[in-house]
């Protein structure tokens, strides 16, 4: 992986552009910090307390202080640059919710998945889900400090990634972390093959 | 280049005869969650949330038909949903094809000639969105 990108994003014409984006991951991922951090306008969240028997608390490792999960969905908004104004749909972690996902994905052109490094298989499922839709995404490893990120290439070989899938670090409280993490995803989204396919269609 | 619902402020006209007394505001918006038009007292802000929450709204209410009704016959479409506050209403409803309609009301909003109305606007509404090229619905599912 080579630089991670900062600064605008490039587009070829003049016009304001909406892209909706989907921030997904499993449970307690850092899925809405990471909206609540980029949003420009107060972002809207579905938080519920979590009770011991539903939740996996025990999954965790380490994360003591939440108490809420995710039930329908995070949103939030983001003007990239004065052309992108990105509108970010976050999903639910948990497996049971996942029902929520048909109708938030509708329209999306890209997503976001969030990992952690301490459980990395836990974003599998949700990759697979997105190749299955043929949704065009990028993996943001999200930095709980608890253990050591290894390299890049040992990242994509554990995730397969094609080269061409963009794979940052970031930290969901950080803002221009998160930023950077979108910016990557929106190139990627507005490169891909598929895009221009719909462009010219 | 390929882009979600954009916003189309000369709707809002149409939308404008929701104003009844006692409604607040309301927003037309697309199956993907993006905002067509609004009106009323709401910014712009704010009409973006409603929507995303409107269209996750109508994705659970969607997903209740499943226990609506026989399961040996076809499962019934989806026409509205109504929620009920201390403080008013939120009615969301169908718009045509792919595009939904909610509005915010206090509790005095006088329900019969209300939903009347907002059934009215729908009707316009739908007629006019169905000519248009769908926006945002590229559908990939
Ligand atoms: N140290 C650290 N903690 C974080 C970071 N991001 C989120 N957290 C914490 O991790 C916990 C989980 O964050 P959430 O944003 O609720 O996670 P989520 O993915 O939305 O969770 P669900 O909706 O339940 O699936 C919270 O207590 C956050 O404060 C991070 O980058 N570093
Ligand atoms: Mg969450």
Redesign the interface.
Not at chain 1, 17 to 20: E, G, M, Q, R
Not at chain 1, 103 to 108: I, K, R, V
């Given at each position: 992986m080579g630089s991670e990108p900062s600064g605008e994003v490039y587009?070829?014409?003049t016009v304001r552009?909406?892209?909706?984006v989907l921030v997904v991951g499993p449970f307690a991922v850092g899925k809405s910090t990471f909206v609540n951090t980029l949003s420009e306008?107060?972002p809207?969240h579905?938080e519920e307390t979590m009770t011991r028997d539903g939740a996996v608390v025990d999954d965790l490792h380490g994360i003591t202080d939440k108490t809420t999960t995710t039930v329908?969905?995070d949103?939030g908004?983001r003007t990239l640059s004065d052309r992108v104004v990105l509108?970010m749909?976050g999903t639910p972690g948990q497996q049971r919710f996942l029902?929520?996902w048909?109708?938030?994905?509708?329209?999306?052109?890209g997503a976001l998945v969030l990992a952690d490094v301490a459980r990395l298989e836990d974003s599998f499922d949700v990759i697979s889900v997105l190749e299955d839709?043929?949704?065009p995404y990028g993996v943001a490893i999200n930095d709980f400090n608890t253990v050591e990120i290894p390299p890049h290439e040992e990242l994509r070989e554990a995730f397969d990634l094609l080269p061409e899938i963009p794979l940052v670090t970031c930290d969901a409280r950080d803002r221009s972390a998160t930023a950077r993490a979108m910016v990557s995803l929106v190139e990627h989204v507005?490169a891909s093959p598929l895009?221009h396919a719909?462009?010219s269609a | 280049m390929s882009t979600n619902t954009v916003r189309r402020p000369e709707l809002r006209w149409m939308l404008d005869d929701v104003l009844l007394p006692e409604v607040r505001s309301a927003v037309v918006l697309a199956r993907d969650g993006l905002v067509i038009t609004a009106t009323g007292e709401i910014s712009e802000a704010d009409a973006d949330r409603f929507a995303a929450c409107l269209a996750s709204l109508r994705g659970s209410s969607a997903a209740a038909t499943e226990f609506c009704g026989d399961s040996s016959e076809a499962q019934p479409a989806w026409n509205q949903t109504l929620i009920e506050f201390d403080t008013g209403y939120i009615f969301l409803i169908a718009a045509g094809p792919h595009a939904y309609m909610g509005v915010s009301t206090t509790k005095r909003v006088d329900m019969g000639p209300a939903t009347q109305r907002f059934h009215a606007v729908v009707q316009k509404l739908g007629t006019e969105l169905g000519t248009l090229p769908r926006s945002g619905d590229s559908d990939r599912s």
């Open positions: 587009l070829p014409d552009t909406a892209v909706k306008i107060e809207l579905t329908a969905l949103f908004r509108y749909f029902s929520m048909e109708d938030l994905a509708h329209g999306a052109l839709r043929g949704l507005l895009q719909r462009e | -």
